[in-house]
């Protein structure tokens, strides 16, 4: 085995800070998310002037930055995490289906497959949260809309060569139904494909909510995302920077990693490079 | 052309060959101290099993190691030279013209995008100044040296559009091209059928006689060295083990393992213990199968696999389907478990009706055919260990888990593997070993029949004779009927009571296997055992008492 390179290491311990900022990120701030400080509306981090009691500053009603955050990320990793992984089930599924089936209810499947790939996924978002107006549970299963025709189409083609591997057809000889073949022998063995998608398409997740929040038709108030918070800064970028940057770059670190892990993933799995690493 | 070459001497003289394995390597060496000459005209085969070097040898000669090997030690003197310490100029010069090679694949050795005579013509285009004219020339010349039928079509064709056969002879058109001394031959017959090898073989004993070519040929198939061999050396575990003429090679050899190895080789003599034969437990009738290929722009192609093919097999009986590729032979074994489903026709499989069957009344009786596949390394589920995955038959037919592994654990010891192998995982076991898991995954769920589909022939010489050896002991005491699906005749010989020919989806003649041998009825069979390579060598008065 290789060692494991710095980037990867960086990577995923970010990934794990974030995580745990998101669980217990509470204890650093005594304020509640909600906890609103008229007086002291707008003030700077604390290295660049401002107080101890707000380290990364306050928002335009005098909110805590850290609670702020610390509350955005948990709702962003969650929607996205939700998000992803229904997209994932949900795709997987329909390209287990396609795989298994063929003939016209592939073609059926594939069809809506192609239609989802060609619609501008924003437009649809858009419209849905226009026409629906905007609830929690909605908008996670929006995110989890998002992506799922990829799996489908991953799923289909993996299963279709799983199932014509030997050992596939000699489980199937020895009598065993679709449920034992499909989930005791062809998902394990096509996971490690399955898995980097996922790691490919959660940072793809978490921008479109952010971006959803940033235009004001994501997570509505008083519920709060990094998307959210970064759009409530945009009148004050020029006066209180801060409350746009500490979320901003926090997706940028979480995005950023998220690929570069399943970059990673993907060369450790891919049995191509595998073969020439040994 | 102009280089002066030494006229005396061995052609090729490989002193001392070292190729070393990078660091934690089953071996230090995949090639060890390895000294053999070959000379002008002559025809040295190369044998040996899985992993014992040859092929490398033959890459060290071309200069084609992986680059991932480090520096292979030794010399290489060949006219005049040390191959191992050529510039890359100088190797440039020399390949294709001094020293060519023919590879295994011929299929893949040609860049399907290209005509063939382009391809061809390329060797000319790089190592000489003839015009276009003069090439095209040459080629169709050579075309015609390798009796290529209709060679200004293939000039023109694509290697889709030409058989294994075919696209060989345009490799070896190649790689005669320029007239080489040395021409290199890895396994060029092994991915070809029985009939297009004894041509191809034929085709390089001519090569050798009218250019003087010394070849030296890498093979695993003793069949072949006494079809063509002056000499043979022989590897294992990268060492050379004997080096001598065909004959005293083969008739007397000299090292335990050239011993082991000759006796391995299945003689082309049918069986004669007559199996004790129990009631009917296969019937197929009349059983069809097309292909459609669908393209594009919705247009099909057809292509009938199975014309009508009847079947019968009783308990007991091993029944052997012989063909060459695209015979039907593997379709009609698919069809009779229905992992395809025929087009038409009838399988009775132990007085049941198989056919016809679906859902869950189809999965039950699944229980009574089983199959083995080819390639022992994709039949087995990576993820599942081998006790598991013997077990899992068994409790699919409703054997409670413990009783499932028990019986695992008793057929794991049956095959010849130690108990512990259950808890242990598929890639921790050679081919062989996984052909026995195989076989007890197979055997686990008591079948009626049992389906062997080319089940040794990825397997070394010596493997294969285990295996075809716990085939028949399984049968014995079992009594399931056997359908051994094969290509080999000598195979086909060993284990077979009764022989169906096909061809181009049909069973053109089926018989008791030695009334087959003895006296083949139809001109294709005849042809069959006449292209079986070596078919007397172990006959021959000579020969001696075999160990």
Known sequence: ?278 | MTDPIPQTGPLIDIRHLSVPLPRGADRPFAVEDLSLTLNRGEILCVVGETGSGKSLTALSLMGLLPTNLPRPQGEIMFEGRDLLRLSRSERLRLSGRRLAMVFQEPIAALNPIYRVGAQVSEVFRLHTDLKAAEIREKVIELFREVRLPDPEAILRAYPHQLSGGQCQRVMIATALALDPALLIADEPTTALDVTTQAQILKLMLDLRSTHGTGILFITHDFGVVAEIADRVAVMRHGKLVEIGTRDAVLNDPQADYTRQLIAAVPRLAPKTTAAVLGEPVLRAEGLTKTYKTRTLIGASREVAALKGVDVTLRRGETLGLVGESGSGKSTLAQCVIRLVEPDGGEVVIDNGAFTGLTGSALRHARRKVQIVFQDPYTALDPRHAVGDAIAEGPIIHGLPREEAKARALDLIEAVGLERSAARRFPHEFSGGQRQRICIARALAVQPDLLIADESVSALDVSVQAQILELLAQMQKDLQFGLLFITHDLRVASRICDRIAVMQRGVIVEQGPAAELFANPREPYTRELLSAVPGRDWQDRPSQGQQP
Request: glycine content about 8%; overall charge neutral.
């Open chain 1, 1 to 278: 085995m290789s060692r494991p390179n710095v980037i990867t290491v960086m990577a995923s311990s970010i990934l794990v800070a974030a995580v745990a900022a998101a669980v217990f990120g509470n204890v650093f701030t005594p304020h509640l998310v909600t906890d609103q400080a008229l007086m002291s509306r707008l003030q700077p981090p604390a290295f660049m002037g401002g107080s101890a009691e707000f380290p990364l500053g306050t928002d335009r009603i005098g909110r805590d930055m850290v609670a702020r955050l610390v509350a955005g990320l948990q709702m962003s990793l969650s929607v996205a995490l939700a998000g992803t992984l229904i997209g994932a089930i949900f795709g997987t599924f329909v390209g287990f289906l396609a795989a298994h089936f063929r003939g016209l209810t592939e073609e059926i499947l594939m069809m809506f497959v192609d239609f989802q790939a060609s619609l501008p996924f924003i437009l649809i978002a858009l419209t849905l949260l226009a026409f629906f107006g905007n609830s929690m549970v909605l908008f996670v299963i929006l995110m989890g809309m998002f992506g799922w025709e990829t799996y489908a189409r991953l799923a289909r083609g993996v299963v279709l060569s799983a199932r014509a591997q030997p050992y596939a057809r000699a489980v199937e000889a020895l009598g065993a139904g679709p449920g034992r073949l499909y989930l005791r022998h062809i998902l394990p063995n096509v996971a490690s494909a399955l898995i980097v998608q996922v790691t490919l398409t959660f940072p793809q997740i978490i921008l479109l909510e952010t971006s959803l929040s940033f235009l004001g038709l994501g997570i509505q108030p008083p519920n709060t995302s990094l998307g959210q918070i970064l759009g409530d800064g945009r009148d004050y970028l020029s006066t209180a920077w801060w409350i746009s940057v500490w979320p901003g770059a926090l997706i940028f670190l979480i995005t950023l990693s998220m690929s570069l892990l399943g970059d990673a993933l993907r060369d450790r799995l891919d049995p191509m490079l595998k073969t020439r690493t040994t």
